[in-house]
């Protein structure tokens, strides 16, 4: 078998078009992708291959944190050489905001709208906001921290028009007194029962369900929430469970990698989740996303990441 050039790059249309959607165990070129988030010089642009059939076509983007030694402009020269057509965003939080100076954007709409035009003018769609914290943590300036950022994204998902925000659940601690979390898998022996009731009824629904009319309110649609080890949420059914309570515009950041050591087959999990557009983000190698509406899948640190077709 004739080997690729490790200097050439391949073209994301070509990609979806030759695997149909289904998972590609390897892929030409991965190696050099791989490596592609610690280079700066841009790699050379590929004609774009038009998907067989009825295939969605599905814009391919990457989290901007990979690239955090990059300025924005550089960065953007980076994904456009690329091929890349979106972005997530960070805008503080666990990965910090390295691209997005959040207080300068919301406090001047003229300047957010420049800044937005950098990405439209290379043809990169800001698809997501991502604002990973713990906005439950027992520590009350850990949690305002975190409060003030999401709620600081919310209003530059406004100016911007970005409907989905994605973040984690956050865990709080197991008792008023609690300095740290609690991270509480398991309802036996029962004090740890009445752990887990106390921290939903008290901390865990009373803040999604005020986050989701603070989103609602400005033109928000969803909260993909990021199912992850040490936060409440952290499985489907514990996904489920939020959604159920606090309301619909609670949805999945479905990061895989996630679910592995639980057991969850993956497959499952998308069909379980799919149902009114629940699956609002999809992710893998950390950076990458689809939805049914049309949000868009991405390349992470580890290389291609073949998507799911709806």
Not at 36 to 43: F, M
Not at 68 to 79: I, N, T
Not at 153 to 171: H, P, Q, R, W, Y
Request: hydrophobic fraction near 40%; glycine fraction near 8%; charged fraction near 20%.
């Amino acid at each position: 078998m004739k080997k690729q050039s490790k200097n050439s790059a391949v073209g994301r249309r070509e990609f979806l078009a030759a695997t149909s959607g289904l998972l590609a165990a390897a892929v030409p070129g991965g190696e050099m992708l791989a490596h592609a988030a610690n280079s700066e010089a841009p790699l050379p642009s590929v004609p774009a291959a038009k998907p067989p059939g009825n295939l969605r076509k599905i814009p391919i983007g990457v989290f901007d944190p990979v690239y955090e030694h990059l300025s924005l402009d550089a960065m953007l020269d980076k994904v456009t050489g690329l091929g890349l057509e979106a972005m997530e965003i960070g805008t503080g939080g666990y990965p910090n905001n390295p691209h997005c100076p959040l207080d300068e954007l919301i406090a001047d709409r003229a300047k957010a709208k420049v800044w937005l035009k950098k990405f439209e003018d290379r043809g990169i769609r800001v698809a997501t906001l991502s604002c990973h914290g713990n906005p439950i943590h027992p520590d009350p300036k850990h949690a305002q921290k975190d409060i003030d950022t999401f709620r600081k994204t919310v209003l530059l998902a406004e100016i911007l028009d970005v409907k989905v925000i994605v973040g984690f659940s956050g865990c709080p601690g197991g008792t008023p007194q609690d300095t740290q979390p609690n991270w509480i898998t398991y309802r036996w022996p029962p004090e740890y029962a009445q752990m887990q009731d106390w921290q939903w009824k008290e901390k865990v629904v009373p803040y999604w369900k005020d986050a989701a009319k603070f989103a609602r309110s400005h033109g928000v649609k969803r909260l993909a929430l990021e199912m992850h080890p040490n936060f409440v949420v952290y499985n489907p059914r514990t996904l489920m469970k939020l959604r159920e309570a606090a309301g619909e515009e609670i949805g999945a950041n479905c990061d895989l990698s996630h679910l592995f050591w639980q057991g969850c087959d993956p497959v499952e999990v998308i069909h379980f989740l799919s149902p009114s557009s629940r699956l609002t983000w999809t992710s893998a190698s950390k950076a990458f996303s689809a939805s049914k509406m049309k949000t868009p899948f991405s390349l992470g640190k580890l290389g291609w990441s073949a998507p799911l077709m709806f």
